[in-house]
């Protein structure tokens, strides 16, 4: 038998101002034409002014909650990946928790970048598998606009602000592979290459925020590789093949990478949950926002296996594999 984190609601925000590739254009040296030939990006949701991180991950997780049933002051748990705070200091979950559940739970947040996803769900599942919650929410939320220089195509492009949320409960399970929740999560990251995807500021060195500064077609390359090897990593580890999954939902970093990446695990692109045309790179927040859209509309049914994948600065990356 093994204690499983099964979820049990998933939650959605974007913000309702929405940027088209022709209205970029006006405002930086770029086209329609030139953003989605590259990657694939047709629009993106930005934070409207004084709307915060916090903001949008609460929103996010009011929604997990009330269609997971749960009440917040009955969540034990509450986690926000996101590399965009509100401050430095206290953690953005903290303001989720106060603004949702009951004091005296945890709260924390979990910073690695675009694979904060799949960073922060292998730790919520190690905290429900070991006791200490029964009940959890995660949450990734990012104001990735705050952090953008405008007049650099190569990146402002590529980046939206939103949220997307899970609510979890610990289940008992028979420790194989058809038990619902999370199965596997596989973490990596190689800091070396911090040169090729970074943000230029930070308290201790800069005392301001920076921007991103990136390498796209070094990026491009690492991820590849690193992604088809993680997935492969969840297969192996669960004793199944690429033809078990019944969805792929990939961090939506940029069209190409998807398709990459999929050619590359041939997996059958029908089973590739993509979003990146409608919401940009919502770093930590893609994956949820993704896994949102196609449970909204019916396409990822209970009971179907689910493989997420994710790369990001540092560089971090892994998968999850879950049973919905």
């Excluded at 905290?127 to 929410?137: E, F, M, N, T, Y």
């Excluded at 290459?193 to 070094?218: F, I, K, N, W």
Aim: with cysteine.
């Amino acid at each position: 038998m093994k204690i499983r984190s099964v979820i049990r609601g998933v939650g959605s925000y974007l913000p309702a101002n929405v940027v088209s590739n022709d209205e970029l254009a006006k405002r930086v040296d770029t086209s329609d034409e030139w953003i989605q030939e590259r990657t694939g990006i047709k629009q993106r949701h930005i934070a409207a002014d004084g709307e915060k991180t916090s903001d949008l991950a609460i929103a996010a997780g009011r929604q997990a909650l009330e269609r997971a049933g749960i009440a917040g002051e009955d969540v034990d748990l509450f986690v926000v990946a996101t590399a965009t705070p509100d401050q430095t200091f206290p953690a953005t979950a903290a303001k989720v928790q106060a603004a949702l559940g009951r004091p005296g739970a945890p709260a924390f947040d979990v910073q690695a970048v675009c694979s904060g996803f799949v960073y922060g769900l292998s730790v919520v599942d190690s905290l429900v598998q070991c006791g200490q919650a029964k009940s959890a929410l995660f949450i990734g939320a990012e104001t990735f606009s705050r952090i953008l220089d405008w007049e650099d195509r190569a990146t402002c492009v590529l980046f939206g602000d939103g949220a997307g949320a899970v609510a979890l409960t610990a289940e008992q399970g028979t420790g194989t592979v058809d038990d619902r929740g999370i199965l596997s999560t596989h973490l990596h990251s190689d800091g070396k290459h911090h040169d090729l995807l970074y943000v230029d500021g930070g308290a201790s060195s800069t005392q301001t925020t920076g921007y991103v500064r990136m390498e796209g077609r070094e990026v491009f390359r690492h991820a590849v590789v690193n992604l088809a090897a993680t997935v492969k990593e969840a297969l192996a580890a669960n004793e199944i093949t690429i033809d078990d999954v019944d969805w792929l939902v990939p961090h939506q970093a940029n069209k190409r990478i998807l398709d990459s990446t999929a050619k590359k695990l041939r997996i059958d692109p029908a089973k590739v949950i993509v979003t990146v045309d409608k919401h940009a790179n919502t770093s930590a927040a893609s994956i949820p926002l993704a896994l949102a859209a196609a449970i909204d509309d019916e396409r990822i049914q209970s009971g179907q296996l689910v493989l997420m994948e994710a790369m990001g600065g540092g560089f971090t990356w892994g998968s999850a594999l879950v049973r919905m």
